[in-house]
Structure formats: C-alpha cells, structure tokens
C-alpha cells in the first residue's frame, strides 16, 4: 500500500502555463510535506514544503496547496519553463516516531518550447 | 550551509563482489544521516538511517548494512553484490525537518 501516491506518472505542459502536480497521502499523522525536483543523474533537490498547520505556501513561481481533511496536496508551477522539465516527487513524514521521509512515484513534467 | 560529498561518483561491479560506498558531511556537527536507493526512472526507498556515531537503524532489508564510523562519514557496504542492488545510492542529511540530498553513486552491477 503505497504511503504517498501521485497520480500522474507524467505531465506535459505550454511553456507559460500553469503545471499542476498532484499528490495524496493514507496517514493522517504525516504533518510535514516537502516537494523535490530531480534531473536525470542528479539527487533531488528540495524545492519547497508544507507543514499541515497551512494551507497554502509560495515561493516564488511554485506553490503549494494543502487540503488536511482531503489527504491531498498539489504543487503548481506558474509560468512553466523548458528548464522545469524534471522528475517531482512529493514527500511526506510525521514528526512523532522514527523519522523516515516516505516518497511518491514521481511526476515526470515536461515543458513544451 | 552543510554540503555532502558522496564518493565513487558511479561504479560498475560484478555479481558476487564486495561493494564500499561512501558520504562525508561538512558544515553541520551531529547531523542525522540517511541512505536511500532509487531504481532507474523509480522512487526513492530510504534504506538506513543513524543519528550519532556507531548507531545506526535499517528501514528496509536489501542484504546491504551500514555504518557511521565517524560523526560526519556514512559507508555503505555488502559483501556480497545481487543485480537487484544497481540502482542511484544517495546519501542525505537532515537540517531540522529538511532533507538535503548529494549527488550520488550510479552502481551498475553486471
């Protein structure tokens, strides 16, 4: 049973639209929610995150929407460019307990020139 | 900032060899620590976690161990190499809730 699930094992999008990346999660004790962003043969790179205490985070073209009673999350990426073209996993992991950072799938996002 | 130096870059073994990896943490004292495995075009599946010397906890058996000889090195090793264990080996520390990633080691095993 996955942990966290995203849903779109790809996306493609517009250069200058608006990616949306979805992702939803089964344990309600997860409170901290963070975005990576990874190009072929590189480690992931935080890009932004979420405590549960909100609802919504922004940082600059990338933003986060947080809906605790729904288990669900989404990134959306404003303004997409050809150089967001990246895999993106969500992550998710509770502050009680021993520490672990469980990860989606991935969503492979591909921006058209 | 902590930066993580993570070594060989990529490696090519054979079936049954012994493996050694390994990540070194500079700029912060006392970090946590984590190894995670990732498959080609896959997840990440955090394998070991330590948060001191000499102390470390497995998250998931892949017939790998691994220890924290010092406070800012983290091995990762086997006797014994299985082709299921190629895959992208990244280590990564913990600054507060954040989880910082190095480069890693691409391990294909032949």
């Known amino acids: 049973q996955q942990q966290v699930r995203q849903s779109s094992q790809s996306l493609t999008v517009w250069e200058g639209e608006t990616a949306i990346l979805n992702c939803s999660y089964e344990?309600?004790?997860?409170?901290?929610f963070p975005w990576y962003q990874q190009f072929p043969g590189e480690g992931p790179a935080l890009l932004i995150a979420?405590?549960?205490?909100?609802d919504k985070k922004e940082d600059g073209r990338f933003t986060i929407f947080f809906n605790k009673r729904e288990k669900n999350l989404s990134l959306h990426i404003k303004d997409s460019q050809p150089g967001d073209s990246a895999t993106y996993f969500c992550?998710?992991?509770?502050?009680?307990?021993?520490?672990?950072?469980?990860f989606g799938s991935g969503t492979q996002l591909t921006v058209m020139p | 900032a902590q930066t993580i130096h993570q070594w060989p870059v990529a490696e090519i073994k054979a079936v049954g060899s012994p493996l050694s990896l390994g990540c070194t943490i500079k700029?912060?004292?006392?970090?946590?620590l984590y190894w995670y495995w990732q498959a080609t075009g896959g997840t990440l599946q955090q394998l070991f976690y330590?948060?001191?010397?000499?102390?470390v906890e497995s998250v998931v058996q892949l017939n790998l161990s691994a220890s924290r000889p010092k406070d800012d090195q983290f091995i990762l090793s086997t006797e014994k190499l299985l082709l299921s264990h190629s895959g992208f080996y990244l280590c990564?520390?913990?600054?507060?809730?954040?989880?910082?990633f190095g480069k890693g080691t691409r391990l294909t095993v032949v």
């Open positions: 992550a998710a992991s509770a502050s009680s307990g021993s520490w672990q950072l469980i």
């Open positions: 344990n309600s004790a997860f409170d901290y």
């Open positions: 979420i405590r549960s205490v909100s």
């Open positions: 700029g912060k004292s006392s970090p946590n």
């Open positions: 330590s948060i001191t010397v000499g102390q």
């Open positions: 990564a520390v913990q600054a507060n809730t954040e989880v910082f």
